[in-house]
């Protein structure tokens, strides 16, 4: 009798990505804390999906992570009984485009986030906040944020704050560039 070792079986099957696919909404109490859940549930919805490397899922992770905080911090999420959903959809087959949408405007700040632009050198070495969007700025392909209701009299009532990422061709990841 002879011994054939078996190849070896992958840990997972990717599954391709296609224009339209969506995730399930996540909906999360505004703590901070909860942003644990966030980034393990988004590593969970990706964790399949072809074209995804590991260094771009955890980009993917960080910027929900930012984001998330950023609607913990400047919104009504962060008040008591305050929420933020995060949303996951692919527009392309390889675009995937992240979402997390706040409660709406604080009564004393507006719900509108802002990159930092007016710092000495000094000032940024020393800051301890503000640098979330500039860490999406760098790492997605594009952002932005948009009322969660485009009419007038619904001002306020939240704002998402969204991230594209470009997936890479696994064509040419799978038969090395050919």
């Not at 109490?29 to 399949?48: E, I, M």
């Not at 919104?75 to 305050?82: F, K, L, Q, V, Y």
């Amino acid at each position: 009798m002879t011994i054939v070792p078996r190849p070896p079986v992958p840990f997972h099957t990717p599954t391709p990505g296609f224009a339209g696919r969506r995730w399930p909404c996540r909906v999360y109490p505004g703590d901070p804390a909860q942003a644990v859940w966030v980034r393990k549930d988004l590593r969970a919805d990706l964790y399949r999906l072809e074209g995804l490397g590991p260094d771009l899922a955890e980009t993917v992770v960080l910027c929900a992570s930012e984001m998330f905080a950023n609607a913990c911090a400047h919104s009504r999420s962060g008040e008591p009984g305050g929420r933020a959903v995060r949303t996951l959809s692919m527009p392309t087959a390889h675009t995937l485009h992240l979402s997390v949408i706040d409660n709406g405007a604080q009564a004393t700040a507006p719900s509108r986030p802002q990159i930092p632009h007016r710092r000495t050198v000094k000032e940024w070495e020393e800051a301890e906040r503000g640098r979330g969007l500039l860490i999406i700025d760098a790492l997605a392909t594009s952002w932005g944020t948009r009322a969660v209701v485009d009419f007038p009299l619904c001002q306020g009532l939240g704002r998402a704050v969204w991230a594209d990422f470009t997936l890479t061709d696994s064509t040419a990841t799978s038969n090395g560039g050919a």
